[in-house]
């Protein structure tokens, strides 16, 4: 099976523009997310896939391989999509291009569920939700059937906690966990595994109704009936929103130094 990492990237962050060519520690944003998926032992390569000029010269400067796009996409779903049609490949992993402290391990877990059954046709990640994440309609949620697949994903608090006694809100904000259940609710972290055909059906289909109302693109996958393997691992690798949150990994990976 060849597996390709794709980094879909584009200029005008609508929060921190130009920010995947951010300088963390001498090296843009986007080279440390590069080359970090380079390590994941899945990935036969890594592409970068842009419709702007000045990115598509940062990587070239770097040494990376990149592929230009049209400017009329309007999701970093799309922008794969073109790439994978011209393309030899089995599985496309969609990795985020602000994200420059990414454990490659999992990249491979994501990866990993479409090596072992034919019958997965999409992958995803998520990690244990803290209360604070759980009440933010920023962070989005997942649940998932016993199979590990999503029934859902929201920007509301999914499940929804039913308490009995008002004493047990209290305690939640230093344990997520129902008292009864024992459900702990899950962070979904935003990168995507799809075989191929999936990635392209799925760029294909118009908006979907969830979709349009959540504003989230997965939703429109669930809507026309495919299901999407979710995989739990320990931790949400940092996504660069913000300039605070660029001055934070600036600072973790000054210390790594």
């Known amino acids: 099976m060849t597996v390709v990492g794709m980094i ?3 200029y005008a962050a609508t929060r921190l523009p130009g920010k995947v060519l951010a300088d963390i520690g001498g090296k843009p944003m986007l080279q440390h997310v590069y ?11 890594v592409i970068i896939a842009t419709d702007d000029p000045r990115i598509a ?3 070239r400067g770097f040494g990376g391989q990149v592929a230009m796009t049209s400017t009329e996409h ?6 794969l999509a073109e790439v994978a049609k011209g393309r030899e490949c089995d599985i ?11 454990d490659p391990s999992i990249i491979d877990r994501a990866v990993q569920p479409l090596l ?3 019958t997965v046709r999409m992958a995803t990640l998520a990690t244990r939700a803290t209360a604070q994440e759980w009440a933010a309609a920023s962070v989005v949620k997942v649940v998932c059937d016993g199979a590990g697949n ?7 608090q999914i499940p929804y906690f039913r308490l009995d006694d008002p004493a047990q809100e209290t305690a939640l904000a230093g344990d997520l966990v129902h008292p009864v259940s024992g459900c702990r609710p899950l962070k979904h972290i935003g990168l995507y595994v799809y075989r191929r055909e999936t990635l392209l059906w799925f760029a294909g289909l118009p908006r979907g109704v969830l979709e349009a109302t959540e504003s989230l693109e997965q939703l429109r996958v669930l809507e026309n009936g495919c299901p999407i393997r ?17 001055e934070t990994v600036r600072k973790l990976v000054e210390a790594q130094q």
């Open 230 to 246: 979710v995989v739990e691992v320990d931790a949400s690798p940092i996504g660069v929103d913000t300039p605070e949150d660029l």
């Open 35 to 45: 080359e970090r998926a380079l390590r994941a032992t899945t990935l036969r390569e």
């Open 92 to 102: 496309v992993a969609n990795i985020q291009g602000d994200e420059p402290l990414i």
């Open 74 to 79: 309007k999701s970093g779903t799309d922008r």
């Open 8 to 10: 879909p990237a584009r």
């Open 150 to 156: 999503a029934l859902y994903f929201s920007r509301r």
């Open 57 to 59: 010269e940062a990587v």
């Open 116 to 118: 072992d059954d034919p």
